[in-house]
């Protein structure tokens, strides 16, 4: 890549092959883009309902560009008056950074499955309560 505008390209060319909304619509990532021409760079935000993710490209001159990530909380937890955040893959500018970050952010989103709940059980020798036939002891 020769320049940061490339470098800019590339990760749209990337992230077009990620998403597309529901009506099957292409997003404009343009829109998400802010530059920082001072530091030869550019950062993309993506928001999800409870997390912003932060992805930043740095152009240096040596042919050594930087793609990274940092994930952050949109809303502090209950008696906190900061939002959490964590980095999560970085280094070169390559596709395989790039699909590092993805899949982070992919597994940052998930949430457990709640388990379904068996009505409760009484052992009528033990007197015992379960409420897992697996757990019996």
């Known amino acids: 890549m020769k320049n940061l505008a490339e470098l800019r390209t590339q990760l749209i060319e990337w992230l077009s092959q990620v998403k597309t909304w529901g009506d099957g619509t292409k997003q404009c ?3 998400y883009i802010t530059d920082d021409p001072k530091n030869n760079a550019f950062r993309l935000l993506i928001y999800t309902n409870d997390h912003s ?3 930043s490209v740095h152009f240096h001159e040596n042919g050594k560009h930087y793609l990274g990530c940092i994930a952050s909380t949109r809303k502090p937890r209950a008696g906190e008056d900061w939002t959490r ?4 893959p ?6 395989k950074t790039f699909d590092a970050i993805m899949r982070k952010i992919v597994g940052y ?4 499955k709640v388990k ?3 009505p409760a059980t009484i052992d009528l020798e033990t007197m015992k309560t379960y409420t897992d036939s697996r757990c019996k002891d």
């Open 29 to 31: 990532w343009e829109d």
């Open 53 to 55: 993710y932060s992805i």
């Open 85 to 88: 955040g964590n980095d999560l």
């Open 90 to 95: 970085d280094g070169d500018f390559s596709k």
């Open 109 to 112: 989103e998930l949430i457990a």
């Open 116 to 118: 379904k709940q068996e």
